[in-house]
């Protein structure tokens, strides 16, 4: 792993790792989940002194999740009717927000934690969320479970990867096998179950 590089070894890890992890929401093509296992394997093959920590880096993924998520669901909801037309517009979009509604309005956000590990799937809850005006309270508390879960996945993944199968790209590599997994299987229940994930 000494060839990832500098940056892994820095504290600036920690700012980029944020800072993807912030913006994936508006760009989900960002790879935010392959960086924080990247540097969670680092942090595996380091000692207690080496940067990065595994805990400040899963806390770290976890905060830039909900910032994320809480941007997204203001712009939305401050987006007025061009926003709201566009949603109409789409099936996928529509079909979403209202699950998110039920969802919301049942008490039960299984589908907010689900979605985030989903492809686009936390895109498209947060600024549904926003744009249906949901509220803050209704909306935050599963946000906030939902960025936890997911920082902690992806961090295990790295750092205990990198314990069984050596501080290697092998381990980087099955390591984001599994989170892609993660995403398939939840992709899979939010479109064969909707009914279950909220």
């Known amino acids: 792993m000494e060839s990832v590089g500098s940056l892994v070894g820095s504290p600036w890890i920690y700012a980029v790792v944020a800072l993807s992890v912030l913006l994936d929401v508006f760009l989900p093509v960002l790879p935010s989940g392959i960086l ?12 207690a002194n080496d940067v990065p920590d595994i ?19 203001r712009l939305a909801w401050l987006g007025g009717p061009r926003l709201d ?45 926003g744009a249906a005006r949901h509220r803050a309270r209704d909306f935050l508390p599963w946000s906030a479970l939902a960025g936890l879960t997911w920082a902690a996945y992806s961090t295990a993944l ?27 299987g939840a992709t899979y229940l939010m479109r064969r179950h909707p009914a279950e994930a909220t």
């Open 85 to 129: 037309r566009a949603i109409a517009r789409s099936r996928r979009l529509r079909s979403a927000q209202e699950r998110l509604g039920a969802a919301l309005a049942r008490g039960g956000g299984a589908l907010v934690v689900l979605a985030r590990f989903a492809p686009a799937g936390r895109s498209v809850v947060s600024l549904g969320a």
């Open 36 to 47: 924080v296992i990247t540097a969670a394997t680092a942090a595996a093959a380091g000692t």
């Open 158 to 184: 790295g750092y205990f990867g990198a314990h069984w199968l050596g501080a290697t790209w092998l381990a980087t590599a099955v390591s984001v096998g599994a989170l892609f997994a993660a995403g398939a």
């Open 55 to 73: 805990l400040v880096l899963a806390l770290c993924a976890a905060t830039a999740s909900v910032l994320g998520d809480l941007m997204a669901y």
